[in-house]
């Protein structure tokens, strides 16, 4: 359940981050602007997901699906919102919403691979 709760806070604060300052991450003109926001997701996905799986002392396996419960809010959650992208994301150009579906698919890959990084305890 915790990976549950924690995947789904990290859906709401990312889609409150883009609904308030998603203008400046999606900017169709600027390809610069565009690749940064793919790369730094990687550092912050790592942020969001290894220390998480160390706190809680999973194992390989349970280090896998908690990565899988973490991204499963997030997924069912967003297939809603991006048929309503232009009424929820009132603040993007209707345009942007295929790179910001690119960019969760982009995302949530990160979260599942984080699942497979799993780093043995020196005894």
């Known amino acids: 359940m ?21 203008q400046f991450f999606f900017i169709l003109t600027s390809p610069v602007l565009l690749i940064v926001s793919y790369i730094l997701v990687i550092p912050l996905i790592i942020v969001l997901t290894l220390p998480i799986y160390r706190w809680k002392k999973l194992n390989s396996n349970q280090q896998l699906k908690a990565a899988i419960f973490i991204a499963l809010p997030g997924m069912l959650l967003d297939t809603i919102v991006l048929i309503f992208f232009s009424d929820i994301f009132t603040n993007l150009k209707p345009e942007t919403d295929r790179i910001f579906g690119s960019w969760l698919l982009w995302a949530y890959s990160l979260i599942l691979l984080s ?9």
């Open 2 to 22: 915790f990976f549950l709760f924690w995947g789904f806070l990290v859906w709401l604060s990312a889609s409150a981050i883009f609904r308030l300052t998603g």
């Open 115 to 123: 699942g497979f990084f799993y780093k043995k305890k020196k005894s």
